[in-house]
């Protein structure tokens, strides 16, 4: 079994940094992708940022220059550093892998509020 641990999230004012951390762990096959989506209320999931298992990068352009993601594929880790924080990327986000069977796992979420 497979479980993807959230944190990070919490209250910022606009302009601030947060930085999330979601760590794979239990039977995970070979990750291959590692990304970063968010819930807004009232709104659908989106795609925030992923990154593949050769550290490529890929962006939403409304977080591209503000957002960085990255991974430790030794401790099966994703990190998302966001900066110049917006009241508009206040949302729930989630962590997604998809491991080398292509099975997907979605962490629990963890909540982003930025105050104007």
């Known amino acids: 079994q497979v479980h993807l641990v959230e944190s990070g999230g919490g209250l910022v004012q606009a302009g601030g940094s947060l930085r999330l951390s979601c760590a794979a762990t239990g039977n995970i096959f070979s990750i291959r992708t590692m990304a970063w989506h968010r819930q807004a209320p009232g709104k659908q999931r989106e795609s925030v940022a992923g990154i593949t298992s050769g550290n490529k990068p890929n962006y939403a352009d409304s977080v591209k220059g503000r957002f960085t993601i990255s991974r430790d594929n030794a401790k099966n880790t994703a990190y998302l550093q966001m900066n110049s924080l917006k009241p508009e990327d206040t949302a729930v986000y989630y962590c997604?892998?998809?491991?080398?069977?292509?099975?997907?796992?979605w962490g629990q979420g963890t909540q982003v509020t930025v105050s104007s």
């Open positions: 997604n892998v998809v491991d080398g069977a292509l099975t997907s796992y």
